[in-house]
């Protein structure tokens, strides 16, 4: 079936540092969403992709779709000890309201 | 509106038990989802509905029964529990329309002995 692979699946860095997540899927996604989850919570939507090469920016959080439409990345510049937490992509492609999630990428922040 | 509302927060079982998690969102969304999510597995489809009355299987959908008799319920009944049920249990809402943002409940922690 469809599936959404994330990577890394861990990342330590030092406050200050920049940090990248990547998305990517074996078909062409019509969407794709990021959502972030802080630990003990739960996923709140961040951002919704939807063309072909778009980027959209959100403070320090710069998110990315592919030419292709078959990756994502969310790049955050000069991380913050409350951007810890797990970025998660999602294939939003499903109009019966399905979300295809990638496993996440959980980030740890160093001060 | 209190958004979508899991209980209970956490939960306790033996091997063979049953019980209902219970979901509800005052949003007036059409769609819901129940999700589980495991250290490196990510959050995965257990069953959604379209609607009331209208249910379907997501991607790990074994020793879960749903149903959805109202908009606003989505309850998610566990048979007979197995330790690999043990994880959280997150339930989720959107719009049937727009761009298909879920809206996720608190969560579920769920123990199975």
């Known amino acids: 079936g469809q599936q959404v692979m994330q990577i890394p699946q861990y990342q330590h860095v030092q406050e200050g540092e920049d940090f990248t997540t990547y998305c990517n899927s074996s078909?062409?996604?019509?969407?794709i969403q990021w959502y972030k989850q802080r630990p003990g919570g739960h996923p709140v939507f961040l951002i919704q992709?939807?063309?072909?090469?778009e980027v959209k920016k959100q403070k320090r959080l710069t998110f990315q779709f592919g030419e292709a439409k078959k990756n994502s990345s969310l790049h955050i510049t000069a991380t913050q000890t409350t951007d810890v937490g797990t970025y998660f992509c999602?294939?939003?492609?499903?109009?019966?309201?399905?979300?295809?999630f990638g496993q996440g990428t959980t980030l740890q922040v160093k001060p | 509106n209190a958004g979508v509302t899991q209980t209970p927060k956490f939960q306790v079982l033996k091997t063979g038990q049953s019980m209902t998690l219970q979901c509800a969102q005052d949003?007036?969304?059409?769609?819901m989802s129940w999700y589980r999510q495991d250290p490196g597995m990510g959050l995965r489809l257990i069953h959604y509905s379209v609607g009331a009355g209208i249910t379907d299987q997501g991607e790990v959908p074994n020793g879960y029964n749903v149903s959805r008799s109202t908009t606003e319920d989505f309850p998610l009944r566990l048979l007979s529990a197995a330790p690999s049920q043990t994880s959280v249990y997150f339930c989720?809402?959107?719009?049937?329309?727009?761009?298909?943002?879920?809206?996720f409940g608190a969560g579920t922690r769920l123990s199975v002995l």
């Open positions: 949003m007036n969304h059409e769609y």
């Open positions: 078909t062409t996604l019509s969407n």
């Open positions: 989720a809402s959107s719009y049937s329309t727009g761009k298909n943002i879920q809206y």
């Open positions: 999602a294939d939003g492609s499903s109009n019966t309201g399905k979300l295809i």
């Open positions: 992709l939807v063309k072909s090469g």
